[in-house]
């Protein structure tokens, strides 16, 4: 079973991301602020987590608290068991180009989406393609093994 990551303060869409990732045969790791979402990743980086890591963090930009959904995934590139995973940033305010590329760069986000978020079969086959497209960046970025 596949594993995804959502931080997200609003209790109304985290509930729903989760229920549609459980119907998409998909295990939900949820937080509700930055703090927590960065314990937790130290957490896996310490060997203290013990489960399935998550192949894509869709991360709500403006979080309470002092980290941003920009910085958990600066933090996620950083950590040497997450760093490949898929990160795709949200947020329901609109952001200059300016802006966008800020946070994007700061967070080495493969996507950025607009609040509301696509419907059911769009929003899985986005993230999916998102997935496919990291994955392919990190075969191609890995050094060939020789032999």
């Known amino acids: 079973m596949s594993t995804w990551m959502v931080v997200e303060d609003e ?18 790791v949820a937080f509700v602020d930055g703090e927590e979402a960065v ?3 130290e957490d896996v980086d310490q060997g203290r ?19 941003s959904g920009a910085m958990v995934g ?11 995973i898929a990160v795709v940033l949200n947020t329901a305010y609109k952001l200059t180009p300016e802006e966008e590329k800020q946070v ?3 967070a080495a986000a493969d996507k950025l ?12 086959k986005v993230l999916e393609d998102v997935i496919a ?14 032999g």
């Open 11 to 28: 209790p109304d869409i985290y509930e729903v991301l989760l229920a549609m990732f459980e119907m998409w045969g998909i295990e939900g």
């Open 104 to 106: 994007i760069d700061q």
């Open 74 to 84: 600066e933090r996620l590139r950083k950590s040497p068991k997450l760093q490949n």
């Open 49 to 67: 987590f013990q489960g399935e890591l998550p192949e894509l963090a869709l991360l709500d930009i403006r979080l309470p608290g002092n980290i």
């Open 113 to 124: 989406m607009y609040k509301p978020l696509p419907r059911f079969n769009e929003l899985q």
């Open 133 to 146: 497209q990291r994955r392919a960046k990190v075969v191609t970025t890995a050094k060939p093994e020789s």
């Open 39 to 41: 314990a937790w990743i």
